[in-house]
């Protein structure tokens, strides 16, 4: 259990576990920072296919173009005459060429064909580009596509343009919408604009992926329109099915995408798998190499040092069962000033001082109720000197140099009278110095705060724990004070209080109408404080005092100490 505990877990998480939860991490990240890129690149895309539908919509900026198209649409039932045929004929061929012009050059040319048949071509590159009079124009996908969107813009798939009289045919894709006639709604034309497919290739590369990922862009259909690497349809059918788990060339793809809202194209980035382990390579390496070395290591140093590391535990064991025995002259020999002489050379030593503390038990009993006396007025300054300080911050982050300057100034004044060796001080003393921090508080808080501090002269010499009384003082301010929005008024006072059967006594009572608190539960820093300041009482007058708390809910938090004068005053 040792063993497998030791060294074959720890070797087991660094060898595989380790690199495994890195790979996680890098490809979460990675597909996080592709999603980012994707962003960009669907603007891009985005962008270019909103040049392209406006220039699909240039026809409705001419009154000439439009008034050409619809006597093209009239002259389909019945034919028009020379002059009117000519003028718009004159219109599209000079007119229309001219709302076509864009500054795009990879937009290639746009195609227009007029219901009555006749076809119209500017070529972006201003060359003399000429259309085949024998194409069915009509007949194509992409114009019953346009007819089908009833004036909307069509995003037409990837198609060769075999329209033109080219010696080499290319392949590009186009945008293309139905003209309509505004006044009666009746179809006149259908306006296709051709891209060049190498535009997307071109704002892919712009953008940042890794080196053997693979880019697509579908259309809505699924069909493939563009590709960074050679696919086949088999290849992109099983990323349809399986878009999260691709494998490719012997690699597994994990598949980040995004949709072009207008087009419904989707742009896919597929991230190898490989090349993302190949990033934690070394860790797999270096975990495996640190792993042997640690078994081959711990076997040896195991068989060799087991024998001479247990036989003096064991020894020490001995004196140790010796000692609990009552035999506190047993003592371990050792040799030598390696560690385990050293823990022996403890040892011996812990048996002599726990003969001596046995024998000085009476002594230190006696001792004790001093030492825990002063422990706990120990644990008032850190506190105090904690919101205190949060206070300087408050003030210096507020600006207030001046003011900060005559708080330091009172601090100190304070600091003189904790660090003075007298663990007790009389009630005069201590009221004194509640007044000093209510004013250092005052300071804090401005208006908020108001204190009143009364004692009886009678009560003045009587003596106390030194710093009894504020950290209720601090509570009150800080847990009752400050998180209420309204001025708020803190009460300090001693007073005598009538004597029963003999018996006079005296009550503390530090009260504020701050937030309170519901007493059923405890309060964090406010417990502690409480705490320490009950046990302080029941140190220095046990059984000769009493403790109440009453608080509530937006009514304020009431702290009354009643404390027997018959008693003896605490030790200073």
Known sequence: MLYTLTILLPVIIIAFVMPSYYVKIITAE?????????????????????????????????NEVMNSLKQKARGFNSPPDNYSKYKADYTLYHTLPSLLVNLRKDILGTLLVAIDGSVYYNDSSSQLTEIRSDYPYKEQSWYHQAIAANGRVSFVNVHPQDYLKLTTVPNVFSVARLIKDPDSKQPLAVIMADADTIILDRIVRQVSVNVNSIVTITDKDQKLIYSNTRLSQEVLNQFLKNPTNIDLNQQSYVAVSREIPTSSWKITVWLSKAELASKVYWMHLIGAIFAAGGVVLAFFLFFAYSRNLLKPFKEMIGVMRQVQLGNMNKRFSFRGQDEIAQLGNALNRMISQLDELITNEYLNKLKLRNAEFRALQSQVNPHFLYNTLNAFVSLNRKGEHALLERAILSLSGMLRFFLTSNDSCSLEEEFSSIQKYGELMSMRFSDRLEIAITIDPQLAPFRIPKLLLQPLVENAIIHGVEPCENPCRVEVSAELLPGINGNESFAIRIADNGIGFNTSEQIGDQHIGLSNVKERLELAFPDKHE?????????????TIIISLNNEEPAK
């Open 30 to 62: 990675t597909e996080k920072l592709t999603d980012a890129t994707l962003v960009g690149l669907t603007e891009n895309i985005q962008t270019y296919l909103d040049d392209l539908e406006r220039v699909t919509v240039s026809p409705y900026t001419n």
């Open 547 to 559: 403790f109440k708390l009453e608080s509530s809910l937006g009514r304020g938090t009431t702290i």
